[in-house]
């Protein structure tokens, strides 16, 4: 898929070279720069979230929604959900097993890289983390801030070794969410679901590397910039992309239902997300290694398991490719082509023939 770059109003500047310019004396430090991509990421999803209190609830939903936000609803909530989170996290385990255990022969990972009890001991221990922050009030923009170092530094401790790893982790932490909230009310899932959204993305996403990687990068740096303008709309981008994908394949069904399942929606625009902040880490440690290493072996694992097709892939990543043209400036545009091209060409037709 050739996305074009220029066009008579579109022009690409000629890059300036990475370099501290000498006219500026104080430029942001790499922690300054790492902050600003954090809080960038945190602001996205604080207007994704707000955008949305305006809507009615469902008529589903008690007329309780004042109780349940008050501190003291806050602290019931998050103590009913520590209650249940040994049981959920062995349930959620048992989910996992059941659908990775194959895995580890089929791809010869070391099951010893797979201890269950580490794993569901550092997702209880995120959890319990952000249950308190919770029952403290912290907004879900403020969580992002709070627990994001802990996340990264899970991320990290389960990817040193086989990258891999962190299907198994990360299918473990999305399971233990979906088990606590069969135990809240509805009022207390629309209130408690966008912190597990914060949890989730830390945990799919190479976020906390995306942030240390900026840090790299002079305060002028072309691909500090373009990364800088696709994060505000990549939530946007994601939704169009998944509504898209849904109408071009009206019938099909993944591992746990139709595209059209709001459940199955939600993680649908986390991938196209995790894809976009994996695209953001292409380009700002200007190499392709954290998809090959990464991104393409857990996709080559779960993604079968989960029915997700290649050709369902293929699709989200070409539409992908054609929002982010059409939403950002020819030259962020330019930064992303690459990567972009990579990306698509290792997902693409030629690989899976016949899969």
Not at 311 to 338: C, H, I, S
């Amino acid at each position: 898929m050739n996305y074009p770059v220029t066009s008579p109003e579109r022009s690409v500047p000629k890059y300036p070279l990475r370099e501290h310019s000498p006219l500026v004396s104080n430029p942001p430090s790499s922690q300054s720069k790492a902050h600003s991509l954090a809080v960038l990421w945190a602001r996205k999803y604080y207007v994704s979230v707000t955008a949305k209190e305006d809507e009615p609830f469902s008529n589903e939903i008690p007329e309780n929604l004042k109780e349940v936000t008050s501190t003291l609803g806050r602290e019931r909530t998050a103590e009913k959900l520590m209650q249940k989170l040994n049981w959920a996290s062995a349930q959620a385990w048992s989910l996992t097993e059941t659908l990775l255990s194959d895995e580890i022969r089929r791809h010869g990972i070391d099951p010893e890289l797979v201890n269950p009890m580490e794993i569901a001991a550092d997702t209880r221990h995120l959890f319990q983390k952000t249950l308190d922050a919770y029952a403290k009030r912290a907004t879900p923009r403020r969580l992002s801030v709070i627990v994001g170092k802990e996340f990264g530094q899970v991320r990290h401790k389960y990817t040193s070794v086989d990258r891999r790893a962190i299907g198994f982790v990360s299918m473990q932490f999305h399971y233990t969410g979906q088990k606590l909230l069969q135990w809240i009310t509805p009022a207390e899932q629309k209130l408690w679901t966008p912190y597990l959204k914060v949890m989730d993305d830390h945990m799919y996403m190479p976020l906390q590397a995306a942030y240390e990687a900026a840090g790299n990068h002079p305060y002028n740096s072309p691909a500090l910039h373009a990364v800088q303008r696709l994060l505000p709309v990549s939530t946007k981008i994601a939704v169009s992309v998944c509504q898209q994908v849904s109408r071009l394949n009206p019938n099909y069904e993944t591992y746990s239902g139709p595209l059209t399942d709001l459940t199955i929606k939600t993680a649908s625009i986390r991938d196209v997300e995790m894809f976009q902040v994996y695209l953001c880490l292409c380009v700002l440690e200007e190499d392709i290694r954290a998809v090959q290493r990464e991104l393409f072996p857990l996709c080559v694992m779960l993604y079968p398991r989960l029915r997700v097709s290649w050709g369902l892939v293929q699709d989200m990543l070409k539409t992908m490719g054609w929002e982010m043209y059409n939403r950002l400036p020819a030259e962020d545009m330019a930064v992303f082509l690459p990567y972009l091209r990579m990306l698509t060409d290792m997902f693409s037709g030629e690989v899976f023939h016949g899969c």
